[in-house]
């Protein structure tokens, strides 16, 4: 990047993440959006930004309780990801019903996803980065490869065209879980609402894994948070539709 002329610094700046007013998180399962990014969701959701999520799978094979039945842990994933959602301030839900761990094509979920987009007509899409280095979870990879191609083919046609509901090319993606975070967000005053959306996933989450997270994410918020000289902060990769296809520098934006 230092090879450039300073006039292409616009050219490699990440979008300003406070300049959204409409976005659209997608997440493989109920509770990773909260996980991943609940203090960004929380923060935009208290500038005013509209704030819509997108749940591909019901997360019906996760559940503590051993007794329940899938249908059963459908049903109270669902209820804890709207209540999780709008703790942090989220207002819209899209449940793509599809069953968990049984996530396998690109193609037709980013068709999915590039319809809600054109629904929501969101400033930025978010999804889980499918790029992680060791990440093993199917449903988070093909949900981020699709999130990603869904974001190039919303703006255009031919491709899950509806009647009366026009293309929308989103301006920008932002990956969560992601190893290279190059937007931190100062979540300083927004963690507890964070933890306490995580703690809404009771199906999910014991005790003693949410003390761990919690311990693990202030750590981590806390690492993040020295960079920018604030005291807690959260991590995306924030590219543009420039940024995405064929740039070859995307990963030192």
Request: negative net charge; glycine residues 8%.
């Given at each position: 990047?230092?090879?450039?002329?300073?006039?292409?610094a616009?050219?490699?700046?990440?979008?300003?993440?406070?300049?959204?007013?409409?976005?659209?998180?997608?997440?493989?399962?109920?509770?990773?959006?909260?996980?991943?990014?609940?203090?960004?969701?929380?923060?935009?959701?208290?500038?005013?930004?509209?704030?819509?999520?997108?749940?591909?799978?019901?997360?019906?094979?996760?559940?503590?309780?051993?007794?329940?039945?899938?249908?059963?842990?459908?049903?109270?994933?669902?209820?804890?990801?709207?209540?999780?959602?709008?703790?942090?301030?989220?207002?819209?839900?899209?449940?793509?019903?599809?069953?968990?761990?049984?996530?396998?094509?690109?193609?037709?979920?980013?068709?999915?996803?590039?319809?809600?987009?054109?629904?929501?007509?969101?400033?930025?899409?978010?999804?889980?980065?499918?790029?992680?280095?060791?990440?093993?979870?199917?449903?988070?990879?093909i949900?981020?490869?699709?999130?990603?191609?869904?974001?190039?083919?919303?703006?255009?046609?031919?491709?899950?065209?509806?009647?009366?509901?026009?293309?929308?090319?989103?301006?920008?993606?932002?990956?969560?879980?992601?190893?290279?975070?190059?937007?931190?967000?100062?979540?300083?005053?927004?963690?507890?609402?964070?933890?306490?959306?995580v703690?809404?996933h009771?199906?999910?989450?014991?005790?003693?894994?949410?003390?761990?997270?919690?311990?693990?994410?202030?750590?981590?918020?806390?690492?993040?948070?020295?960079?920018r000289?604030?005291?807690?902060?959260?991590?995306?990769?924030?590219?543009?539709?420039?940024?995405?296809?064929?740039?070859?520098?995307?990963?030192?934006?």
């Amino acid at each position: 990047m230092n090879a450039f002329p300073p006039e292409l610094a616009p050219l490699l700046a990440p979008p300003d993440v406070h300049s959204f007013r409409r976005v659209l998180c997608v997440q493989p399962h109920p509770d990773d959006v909260e996980i991943g990014m609940g203090g960004i969701v929380a923060a935009l959701a208290d500038s005013g930004c509209h704030v819509a999520y997108l749940t591909a799978t019901n997360g019906d094979r996760g559940n503590i309780d051993v007794n329940a039945s899938p249908e059963q842990t459908a049903a109270i994933r669902r209820r804890e990801a709207e209540a999780a959602g709008r703790h942090l301030g989220a207002s819209e839900f899209i449940f793509l019903d599809h069953g968990d761990a049984t996530l396998c094509e690109i193609l037709p979920l980013s068709v999915e996803i590039a319809r809600a987009i054109r629904r929501v007509k969101p400033d930025a899409l978010f999804c889980p980065d499918p790029w992680l280095p060791y990440e093993s979870h199917l449903d988070h990879i093909i949900t981020g490869r699709a999130a990603a191609n869904a974001f190039m083919i919303c703006g255009g046609r031919g491709i899950g065209d509806e009647p009366g509901v026009a293309p929308h090319p989103v301006p920008a993606i932002g990956y969560y879980f992601t190893a290279k975070p190059n937007v931190i967000v100062d979540i300083t005053r927004h963690f507890e609402r964070k933890m306490e959306s995580v703690a809404i996933h009771k199906s999910q989450i014991d005790e003693r894994t949410f003390a761990l997270y919690r311990a693990y994410f202030e750590a981590r918020g806390r690492a993040l948070g020295a960079r920018r000289g604030f005291g807690i902060g959260e991590g995306v990769k924030l590219l543009s539709r420039l940024h995405a296809h064929c740039f070859a520098e995307a990963a030192d934006v």
